[in-house]
C-alpha cells in the first residue's frame, strides 16, 4: 500500500523537574502524545516510533519551574496519503450513495457515488448490501470486503479521505489478486484506444502548415521511385 514513509528526526522533548529520575519514562510519555495525529513539520500522521539516540546531556531551561531538554533522534513511521495514491482499507458500511472504509484501523474513508466506476451497481444479494460488477460476475464489494481505491484528497485534520473506485486497478483486492492479467489487458485496451483515437495531424501542426506523418509517408515513398527511375 502507498502513503506509508519513514522519516528520520531530531527532537528535543521538554521535561518536567518532577520527572528528572524516571527520564526514559516521561521522554516516552511525551512521544506518545504525537501517536494518530497529524504533524505538518513531517507531513503526515504519526504512526509509529524507533528511539535509536538518546542524549543523556540534558539543557536546564531558565525560568521558576525549570524544565530540561533531552536530544533525541528516531525514526517515524507516517501515514501520509497523496492524491493518485493507492490505499487499501476494510469496507465498514455500503449505501445506494457510498461505500465507507477504515484505513489502517484508524482513519476514515468514503468513495460518493459519482466516483464508483458504472461496472458496479448496487443491489441486495441474499439478504445482504454489495457492489456487484457487471463486467466480473465474481468481483463483488461488501462489508468486511478490503479494497484498493484511489486517494482524490485528504482531509488531515478529520483523519479523513475521500477516495475513487474508478481506475480499472481499483477493487476487491482478493478479485484484484486472482485477475491481475485481466486488469492489467484492460488497461492495455484502454491505452491501444486512446492512442488508435489520436489524429495524424493535429490542430496546431495544421495551422502552422505542418505536413502531417501520413503526408511525409507519401514524400518519402515518391523520392525513392524518382530515384530508382534515374539510376535506371
Known amino acids: 500500500m502507498e502513503g506509508l514513509k519513514v522519516s528520520e528526526a531530531s527532537l528535543i522533548v521538554y521535561i518536567h523537574?518532577?520527572?528528572?529520575?524516571?527520564?526514559?519514562?516521561?521522554?516516552?510519555?511525551?512521544?506518545?502524545?504525537?501517536?494518530?495525529?497529524?504533524?505538518?513539520?513531517?507531513?503526515?500522521?504519526?504512526?509509529?516510533?524507533?528511539?535509536?539516540?538518546?542524549?543523556?546531556?540534558?539543557?536546564?531551561?531558565?525560568?521558576?519551574?525549570?524544565?530540561?531538554?533531552?536530544?533525541l533522534k528516531l525514526n517515524l513511521l507516517l501515514f501520509s496519503p497523496k492524491p493518485d495514491m493507492l490505499l487499501e482499507g476494510k469496507v465498514v458500511k455500503l449505501t445506494h450513495e457510498s461505500i465507507h472504509v477504515v484505513v489502517l484501523g484508524f482513519a476514515s474513508a468514503i468513495i460518493t457515488e459519482k466516483d464508483i466506476r458504472a461496472e458496479f451497481v448496487y443491489k441486495m444479494k441474499h439478504g445482504q448490501e454489495v457492489y456487484a460488477s457487471?463486467?466480473?460476475?465474481?468481483?463483488?464489494?461488501?462489508?468486511?470486503?478490503?479494497?484498493?481505491?484511489?486517494?482524490?484528497?485528504?482531509?488531515?485534520?478529520?483523519?479523513?479521505?475521500?477516495?475513487?473506485?474508478?481506475?480499472?486497478?481499483?477493487?476487491?483486492?482478493?478479485?484484484?489478486?486472482?485477475?491481475?492479467?485481466?486488469?492489467?489487458?484492460?488497461?492495455?485496451?484502454?491505452?491501444?484506444?486512446?492512442?488508435?483515437?489520436q489524429p495524424l495531424?493535429?490542430?496546431?501542426?495544421?495551422?502552422?502548415?505542418?505536413?502531417?506523418?501520413?503526408?511525409?509517408?507519401q514524400k518519402l515513398k515518391k523520392s525513392k521511385k524518382q530515384k530508382v527511375k534515374q539510376e535506371s
Open 134 to 197: 457487471n463486467s466480473h460476475k465474481r468481483h463483488v464489494i461488501k462489508v468486511g470486503t478490503t479494497i484498493q481505491f484511489l486517494v482524490k484528497s485528504f482531509d488531515e485534520e478529520m483523519l479523513h479521505v475521500y477516495g475513487s473506485l474508478v481506475p480499472e486497478n481499483t477493487g476487491s483486492i482478493h478479485w484484484l489478486d486472482k485477475n491481475s492479467e485481466v486488469v492489467s489487458h484492460s488497461n492495455r485496451s484502454i491505452k491501444k484506444r486512446d492512442s488508435e483515437g
Open 17 to 71: 523537574p518532577s520527572k528528572s529520575n524516571q527520564v526514559s519514562k516521561a521522554v516516552l510519555r511525551e512521544l506518545s502524545t504525537m501517536l494518530f495525529t497529524y504533524d505538518e513539520i513531517f507531513d503526515g500522521v504519526v504512526l509509529a516510533y524507533d528511539v535509536y539516540s538518546f542524549d543523556k546531556c540534558a539543557k536546564i531551561l531558565p525560568g521558576v519551574y525549570p524544565y530540561f531538554g533531552v536530544n
Open 201 to 217: 495531424m493535429s490542430d496546431k501542426d495544421a495551422l502552422d502548415g505542418e505536413p502531417s506523418t501520413g503526408d511525409t509517408a
